[in-house]
């Protein structure tokens, strides 16, 4: 249903030295906000192409995944150093040579032709529209954004089919969709940016317990690595925290910390900006930090990767999580920058108090746990893209990495309300759910919400929260930790629902992993304490939870736990989360799945017992 890759097309090509073409990526939809404008793209126009070449034995990424986070697997833990996995998954020789030569047989001098440093990119300097179009068999046309902003884009490319086997992507082509435009003003940056994905719900008079099922933690105790040990946040600029209301925050629940601020990682000239403070801008930031540090305690410090310098932070409605992931690989990033320019951020910024130093490629410190707020529709982007970032999960989880992401606010619906229309486009009232990119990965843990019933305490059984995402992913398969526990789903549970709804086909990947509890959680805001609900509060308590089973782990010399699907969904598991059997997440016209016995796509396994998984956890190789 959505853009078919490897639809096989024979043409008549302009040039003669390549008879025929292989369209390798097309969108029949054109990205939500975005419309074409009458008018062809200028031929001497420069493009800043790239090639992304097919990495080796990435069908081989899923198998050892799982060779080193299963529980069974005699493997377990044993990460690949960066090495390893560069070397393992470097593009081929073969493959950087049918590209380099496909392109000079259309005409490309070869001295234009460059791989870049992480040896994953073939760039072309120079190249113009006129000789894009020829040489990918397509057309350019300029698109705009309903708020002015233009780019380059084309709707579809073709190569070569004896060069198609050897690239995954070609840039700038039709992911121009995934950078909104700048925003001019604050007013419009508080009605358009729905990257906090959690929202007040109420006011309080005064501060009380945050209801997260974690408080007797004895966490003074478990800190005996820190060292050793790491924690990140990821925030995107402009979100910044205020160490006022951190630190009222802090006063309230861990007194210990007032004054203690995270160790700011700073990616692409990212800060915590103080200029422009409102509720939008801060709300997010406050409360990862806060659950964060508040959960693992003064004994582990806290790591805050701040992302993107100002002028790209504000330009976009879509968070740029390539950028990490180029700050964290050399291997993945390319030289100057952003696998796609028109997409990702490009450094040094050009813009008026950008970012002057150049991208981060691979010189920013990986840590143990990762945890991410941010989410964007899995309809945004193109198949191929989110692939290619999924892949790249895949690969910091082989190096033993734990990546937690946020399942997203709004039930079986994207963000904004959006589901998504047979041609793919996103409007609000399509029938089609449109679950989260990137908790649709297989090789992240995707999170959601549930929440305390009124008039029960916490040690009461709770019910999925309505917001929380949940659903199966269009574009990833169901991966085969989730296999059998997705079969149950199907036999016991299956939902009323055909393919003109989602993804029935029982052969997609899940979501959310598991959940806790993200409604009515407390949190500082402008001086203020308040009331927040939303699947943002998941992944800081959840990464607080892993980071402190790590600890134990690295205590007693043991690894990191790394990816944690494979284990949460085997056997030896089974009693490590509390089952959660009501609630449900309406969204597109429809009241959505139901929460079950069994893992379901609303509440996942359900809420994990952090004793339980320590035990287990530190129990394993
Ligand atoms: C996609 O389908 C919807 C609903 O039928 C229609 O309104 C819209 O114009 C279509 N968009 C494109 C680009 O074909
Ligand atoms: C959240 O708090 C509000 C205000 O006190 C209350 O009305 C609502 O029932 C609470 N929701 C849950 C799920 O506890
Ligand atoms: C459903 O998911 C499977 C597995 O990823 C995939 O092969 C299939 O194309 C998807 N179907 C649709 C309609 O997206």
Redesign the pocket.
């Known amino acids: 249903m959505f853009a078919v890759a490897f639809a096989l097309v024979t043409g008549l090509s302009l040039v003669s030295a390549s008879p025929s073409f292989s369209v390798h990526e097309q969108r ?3 990205a939500h906000g975005w419309a074409r404008v009458h008018r062809p793209a200028t031929p001497s126009a420069i493009l800043p192409l790239k090639i992304g070449l097919k990495q080796s034995n990435i069908d081989k990424l899923h198998d050892h995944l799982l060779d080193v986070s299963h529980p069974d697997s005699e493997n377990y833990g044993k990460h690949w150093t960066p090495e390893e996995v560069k070397a393992y998954f470097r593009p081929s020789d073969e493959s950087v040579d049918v590209v380099r030569e496909w392109l000079v047989e259309a005409g490309v001098d070869r001295g234009r032709i460059e791989l870049s440093k992480g040896e994953h990119w073939v760039q072309v300097k120079d190249f113009t529209v006129a000789e894009a179009e020829r040489i990918l068999n397509t057309e350019y046309h300029v698109y705009q954004h309903a708020h002015g902003d233009t780019r380059l884009g084309c709707s579809s490319y073709s190569v070569p089919p004896h060069v198609q086997p050897h690239i995954e992507l070609i840039t700038p082509t039709l992911h121009f969709n995934g950078r909104p435009p700048r925003l001019t003003s604050d007013s419009n940056l508080i009605s358009l940016n729905p990257t906090p994905m959690i929202y007040p719900t109420a006011t309080y008079e005064s501060l009380r317990p945050a209801t997260v099922r974690f408080t007797t933690s004895p966490r003074s105790q478990l800190i005996r690595a820190a060292s050793q040990n790491s924690f990140a946040i990821v925030e995107y600029t402009p979100q910044a925290y205020i160490g006022s209301d951190l630190d009222l925050f802090f006063a309230n629940f861990s007194p210990s910390l007032v004054g203690i601020r995270p160790e700011l990682i700073s990616i692409d000239g990212g800060v915590v900006q103080t200029e422009e403070m409102d509720f939008g801008v801060n709300i997010e930031s406050n409360f990862d930090i806060g659950y964060a540090m508040t959960l693992v305690g003064p004994g582990q410090p806290l790591r805050l990767y701040q992302v993107e310098d100002i002028p790209e932070g504000s330009a976009q409605l879509l968070s740029p999580f390539n950028d990490l992931l180029d700050a964290l690989d050399g291997s993945y990033c390319t030289e100057d920058g952003g696998d796609d320019p028109s997409v990702d951020g490009t450094y040094p910024d050009p813009a008026p108090g950008g970012y002057t130093g150049l991208k981060d490629c691979g010189n920013k410190q990986r840590s143990n746990v990762i945890s991410v707020s941010y989410a964007s529709n899995e309809a945004d982007l193109t198949p191929f893209y989110e692939i290619r970032q999924c892949n790249e999960y895949g690969k910091l989880g082989l190096m033993g990495t734990t990546f937690i992401f946020a399942s997203g606010d709004s039930g079986v619906s994207g963000n904004d309300e959006l589901c998504v ?1 047979p ?1 793919g ?1 996103q409007s609000v009232g399509a029938p089609l759910f449109n679950p989260l990119f990137p908790a649709n990965c297989p090789y992240v843990t995707g999170v959601g919400a549930t929440q305390v019933n009124p008039g029960s305490t916490v040690f009461d059984p709770e019910s999925a929260a309505s917001l929380t995402g949940g659903g199966f992913s269009n574009i990833f398969a169901l991966p085969d930790y989730q296999k059998k526990v997705v079969e149950e789903f199907y036999k016991f549970h299956a939902p009323p629902y055909g393919s003109d709804r989602y993804n029935n086909s029982q052969r997609a990947r899940g979501i959310p992993d598991f959940s806790v509890n993200g409604v009515n959680c407390t949190v500082v805001a402008e001086g203020r304490a308040i009331a927040v609900a939303g699947t943002s509060a998941a992944p800081p308590v959840i990464g607080a939870m892993i980071t402190l089973i790590n600890d134990a782990r690295l205590a007693a010399g043991k690894s990191p736990v790394g990816f944690i699907n494979p284990a949460i969904y085997s056997d030896a598991f089974k009693g490590a989360f509390r089952d959660i059997v009501s609630g449900n997440n309406p969204g597109c016209g429809t009241d959505g799945f139901e929460s079950v016995e069994g893992w379901d796509p609303v509440s996942g396994l359900g809420t994990p017992n952090f004793e339980k998984l320590l035990e287990l956890w530190t129990a394993l190789p």
């Open positions: 029949a939809n054109i229309f041609n486009t």
